[in-house]
């Protein structure tokens, strides 16, 4: 390919990806400082711009240039990898008809407001046959996409590159049975002593304080982001250059800011130190929708949640609220943010039933999609796992299947990148320890940033260089298991409740 | 022309609308939210959807549709209009080549570095070069447009559709004489007894709480719209359901704040009333910037610095900074916001000599243009302006010609449309006092909705149906005049500084 081609082939790339950051801004504004009568025009401007990306997207011309950089000689890695990604991001936007695409669409949104009525009067039978027909649509669209005969491989490819249900099967299974025995263990021992954050009032403006310095600590730079409030916590990466944070502030209750923070944080670290000579290419973005919550994952709980962590922030928690930190020990913040509890609303729930949420939803969807599970017969299906992995039942449909938004928006495969995110965490941070020699001791003395830099060398400034496991691979030199993930929780929790689990 | 094809038609008018409506987000959040380390990225964003626009706008397809529509018969004339303002546009982006733009683009990123340099080091030299280049790109521009013999007019086209240099050029004169005459008789005067806001300090969040509650007297929806802190204030309507004011706050002086949000909120009522119908179309927006620029100082000028405005607002001001209003009068505030004086910078001259100010520039750029004045002359034929016109020179070109960036931004043609904007404000006033009665006491009493709703009907509501002189016309049954203008000066300071001023 000479470098003519390769320079408009290169250009083409360029503008998807300065036109698809711009979709960035759109969202993040609509989600901060849009007034409400923004919506409209908002609405307008996202299908406007959408419906260009894809026309481009789509063009013959970037057809002909990405087969014929697939087939030319002595293509380097990284551009190799950037045809690739390409390519497959294309060939998915070419198969699907623009029929199917619209359908979807104005099922979606009629879906979302069927979801929000079955909310309001508690009945899934209002949301039932909408979501019927999004999964005959996503199994069309699986369909013409194509797929070795497991239909839901087509769509956990558009948030998790490479990844395929074979694969995940056997290790969620694991998973599950393993956080079963685990749950049943610590969900009955006495927990220990605890600081009581209900009894008290957290002041906003302190908590947006603390939010900022932790996020300094871990290295995020505000040259090149900011952190604003929103409902719902998001990062938004327009570019490495740009990154947007949000965080929810509650009065009752700081561990929501200051966990959500360290969240969105990781993510935005990720963001902030993708590959700067790719900023622009499609190899310049993150890996996954897994490996990006890995990011936030390791952040929020393997750092954030550990006693070492609290060591360190056990002092300027204290300034922050005095009264509310009057006698309480760092073991008992500790205790604070890692309860556990058999719980029935996923969001709300700790490191340990976690996952069982997920996993009730994955085998549910998969369900669906291969046709073994009728959609009348899922709220019934729902409280029968609820039951068995968590030994809890919902009182009704909304604390239960109506739960989470994703299958009203007809997102299919979306829910395994959350434990995938888990796992990745765990395997990352056994090497990252391993390399830091004594990491507990670098969180304990605030030195974050050498574990954002082990991050930045590790994962981020790889972007889409590979798929996501295979940077964890490159990293660890392991693949997905979930040995770490489960060696943290044991360690973990043996320490917080003694002697209880088996090792 | 068929249903279908004026639909396909009108399919194209939308999309423009809707993509350059991103244009007005992109460059709101540049100004006010966006980390420095959001630069790059945003100007890459900026210059793929801007080439986008142009390739739709100058696409075949669109030409034909409008030349179809153009010779249609029978169509209604809200249609005729948006043909007319669409094919204007097209015609001015489809003559100037691809290259003249490039180079414009270039030229005018090194000219606004060395218009910079010059002022650091305070020397015109350094930007001549510059600006005799640009000056040479805008003739060729002009050219290419196609003109009268008056090149000027080619440029002025692009911000006051339908004005003409031969229409301005005796009018202007008629306005700087009259004014020269008023300012040696005004600022050499014993002024009034004022108001010393220079000995005080205001605290910015009080500031703040009285402009938002200015915008509310002055029915600015906060639910479609929104105002936000930065450097320079601007009005930014992304469309009519969301419209973004700026302001700026100084602990020195609140009347900075003060009349910034006025001014902005003129600019930002104009943008929330176009015509909703319209919203998706060429007509929906601004007939022109210099009737943009009417509402703007409609509302700063004839509204804001009146004396009524402040016998309503005086017992806020004094709830909001009780020390510094310790003991002074309604009077002395309303003397302290319409000082008088001679000076040198253009931002910060008073009613009386502000357009003294813009009517050198306008006449030096079309000297200039014109061929008559010279680049190397142009400080000298400043000073010496100056001096005739508001008897003051500048010490350096600093405070001189190197004051404004518009130059630099190679932005020629734009200036009149400040001074035509206080003429219109003037000639709209006058009816609508008429028609409202009692205007002073409407003003007094703080019914500020009655005069946004005569504006609404008689200019916003209209959008670009025609251009500006026509609505102003169509509104009051009078054309451009300096009449009204200079009527209100008169009234104003002869009751202010007692009968110093010839009738």
């Known amino acids: ?144 996409i194509g797929h070795d005969g497991e239909r839901y491989d087509a769509l956990l490819e558009g948030f998790e590159p490479g990844m395929r249900v074979a694969r995940l099967e056997p290790i969620f299974a694991e998973l599950r049975d393993a956080l079963i025995r685990m749950v049943a263990a610590l969900a009955d021992a006495p927990p220990p002593p605890r600081w009581r954050v209900e009894r008290h009032r957290f002041p906003v403006d302190r908590q947006w304080d603390f939010t900022l310095h932790l996020l300094r600590d871990m290295g995020f730079d505000f040259e090149r982001g900011r952190q604003d409030r929103s409902t719902h916590p998001f990062t938004d990466g327009i570019w490495r250059g740009d990154v947007r944070l949000t965080t929810r502030l509650s009065e009752e209750n700081p561990f929501q800011a200051i966990f959500g923070t360290i969240h969105e944080g990781g993510h935005g670290l990720y963001e902030q130190n993708l590959p700067e000579e790719h900023a622009h290419d499609p190899v310049g973005h993150a890996a996954s929708m897994g490996l990006h919550e890995s990011q936030s994952r390791l952040w929020e709980n393997l750092v954030g949640r550990s006693l070492p962590f609290w060591q360190r922030q056990h002092p300027h928690l204290r300034r922050a609220f005095p009264e509310a930190l009057e006698g309480v020990s760092v073991e008992e913040v500790y205790a604070a943010a890692n309860r556990v509890e058999r719980s029935l609303v996923r969001v709300e729930a700790d490191e340990v039933t976690y996952n069982l949420h997920i996993l009730v939803r994955f085998e549910l969807e998969l369900a669906m999609l291969r046709g073994d599970l009728a959609v009348a017969d899922l709220p019934a299906a729902w409280d029968e796992r609820m039951m068995r992995y968590l030994g809890v039942k919902p009182d009704n449909d909304v604390e239960g299947v109506l739960q989470d938004i994703h299958w009203a928006w007809a997102e299919l495969g979306y829910f395994p990148t959350y434990t995938l995110g888990n796992l990745y965490s765990a395997i990352l941070y056994e090497k990252l320890a391993a390399d830091l020699g004594d990491v507990d001791e670098v969180v304990r003395s605030g030195e974050l940033t050498r574990i954002r830099d082990w991050l930045v060398e590790n994962v981020h400034r790889h972007g889409h260089r590979w798929d996501a496991e295979e940077i964890v691979r490159r990293a660890t030199g392991a693949g997905l298991s979930t040995a770490p993930f489960l060696r943290h929780l044991r360690t973990k929790y043996r320490s917080l409740y003694g002697a209880t689990l088996a090792p």
């Open 1 to 144: 390919m000479d470098d003519k081609a390769w320079n408009e082939l290169s250009r083409r790339m360029a503008e998807l990806r300065d036109l698809g950051s711009i979709v960035g801004l759109l969202t993040w504004d609509q989600e901060t400082f849009m007034p409400p009568g923004g919506a409209d025009g908002r609405a307008r401007q996202l299908a406007a711009l959408q419906s260009l990306i894809h026309e481009r997207l789509v063009s013959q011309e970037l057809g002909d240039g990405l087969a014929a950089a697939a087939i030319a000689p002595g293509l380097d890695g990284a551009k190799a990898a950037m045809v690739r990604n390409l390519t497959r991001e294309r060939d998915r936007a070419v198969k699907v008809p623009a029929r199917l695409v619209r359908e979807l669409a104005e099922r979606q949104s009629k879906s979302v407001e069927a979801w929000r009525a079955a909310r309001a009067d508690g009945g899934f039978a209002t949301f039932a046959p909408h979501l019927a027909r999004l999964l005959e649509l996503r199994r069309e669209q699986a369909d013409v």
